[in-house]
């Protein structure tokens, strides 16, 4: 257990950052998920259109720390590829 305020004041940070940086992945999440439904249902034009919204919160992630810079990347060039396989 922590002794010092310094820890115990770590302690509370943490689990604020960690409620955070769990909510951005759910959202992040969600975003591709649309990309991959829509790919699965062929419709290519919304595809498109998720891909688009998909991308700027990838990089958010990427910015805010919560995924990795080429985590981020493959993901995208994954997911572009299979759109343009429409």
Not at 26 to 51: M, P
């Amino acid at each position: 257990m922590a002794n010092t305020p310094q820890a115990r004041k770590r302690i509370r940070r943490n689990n604020r950052r960690a409620e955070i940086n769990t909510a951005r992945m759910s959202r992040i999440r969600g975003f591709v998920k649309k990309v991959e439904t829509a790919i699965e249902g062929g419709d290519k034009e919304a595809a498109q259109t998720a891909l688009r919204a998909a991308q700027p919160e990838m990089a958010r992630g990427v910015a805010r720390g919560v995924l990795h810079k080429n985590t981020a990347a493959r993901k995208f060039s994954r997911l572009t590829k299979r759109v343009a396989a429409l």
